[in-house]
């Protein structure tokens, strides 16, 4: 598979990267054969995070058994130096190494955060601390809004920069204009995450194409299984660009999808009622573009708690990073769902 310098951290990455999110809803035998299948592959970048729930360890318990040729980026959702510091010692114990090759604050999305990150005794601080003890190389950011990278990656404090880059954001938030130019000029490693826009995307191998075709260093699906790992190392064993035909029907698959969905990141969670939102939303998607309406409606029927439970609380699209209306959403699809 082809290899592309990640910035300046000088790791010679795997075009296509792993995303850590959906082995956290695997067993764990799955999982590991998920992980094990990527390295046979010949994938070398595996991207997790703190939040991830068990992804980490998972990771980790295959790596365990022999240091694969692979570098390991993780995040922290902690704002402060001593939270970051902590993470830090979690994640190694998790991933059963002595030292992270990037470490990367996770989801930046206001300036608010981006401040606190970088003030004296911020994440950042605690970050470079952990650099200096050699427990992580390089230090990097992610979030969902170009222009907060943008201000972040300027300040020369960061080695990578990760940023949702597909055929739908690309109409949406733009990071080719802006950010990916920039990151190229400041030699920040660009990896781009949700090449299929969440899920939402259908055909896999032409969404990951089109990421591809973008100034990016290193794309990461998410791996949920060791077919996934095969479709997604094929592509990049074997890279070519959309044609103008395939690019003409991408583009009207990702109009048909709009504005208003939900890319699957599950950062609207935990709900104070336990409504599994990204999962309601997923079921929509079946219901309107899978012809699954019947399977969708009896898979609603088994969840726990429904959306007619919503408290319209608020909370949930407060961490949206999408600014969805959640709270509407919800209300159209247990109409649709229900039958109602």
């Not at 994640?91 to 608010?112: A, C, F, G, P, T």
């Not at 012809?291 to 608020?314: I, M, T, V």
Request: proline share 4%; net charge positive.
């Amino acid at each position: 598979m082809e290899k592309r310098r990640l910035g300046r951290t000088g790791l010679e990455v795997t075009q296509i990267g792993f995303g850590g999110i959906p082995i956290d809803k695997k067993s764990r035998g799955e999982a590991e054969r998920t992980v094990q299948r990527a390295i046979d592959l010949g994938i070398n970048f595996f991207d997790t995070a703190r939040a991830y729930g068990t992804s980490e360890e998972k990771i980790g318990s295959v790596l365990s058994r022999g240091r694969h040729s692979v570098y390991l980026a993780t995040k922290t959702y902690q704002r402060d130096r001593s939270g970051a510091l902590s993470d830090i010692e979690r994640s190694l114990k998790n991933l059963r190494v002595k030292k992270i090759d990037l470490y990367q604050i996770h989801q930046v999305d206001q300036e608010e955060a981006l401040e606190r990150v970088l003030a004296p005794g911020g994440a950042l601080a605690g970050m470079k601390e952990a650099r200096e003890a050699r427990k992580i190389d390089w230090i990097g950011i992610t979030g969902h809004r170009p222009d907060i990278l943008c201000k972040a990656i300027e300040t020369g404090e960061f080695d990578t920069v990760q940023v949702p880059v597909n055929i739908v954001d690309h109409y949406i938030f733009e990071p080719e204009k802006a950010l990916l130019p920039l990151a190229r000029r400041l030699n920040v490693g660009i990896i781009a995450m949700k090449p299929l826009a969440g899920g939402m995307l259908k055909e896999a191998s032409r969404a990951l194409r089109f990421t591809l075709a973008q100034e990016v260093d290193v794309v990461i699906p998410g791996l949920g299984s060791p077919a996934e790992a095969e479709e997604a190392a094929a592509v990049g064993s074997a890279y070519r660009p959309l044609s103008p035909s395939e690019m003409r029907r991408f583009l009207a698959e990702a109009k048909e999808l709009g504005r208003e969905f939900c890319r699957q990141c599950g950062y609207c969670q935990p709900c104070r009622v336990g409504i599994d939102i990204p999962s309601i939303f997923r079921l929509e998607g079946y219901f309107d573009r899978y012809d699954a309406a019947q399977w969708a409606k009896e898979q609603y029927h088994s969840l726990k708690a429904k959306a007619a439970q919503c408290e319209q609380c608020g909370e949930c699209e407060s961490r949206c990073p999408y600014q969805l209306t959640i709270i509407e959403k919800l209300k159209k699809a247990e109409r649709k769902l229900t039958g109602g």
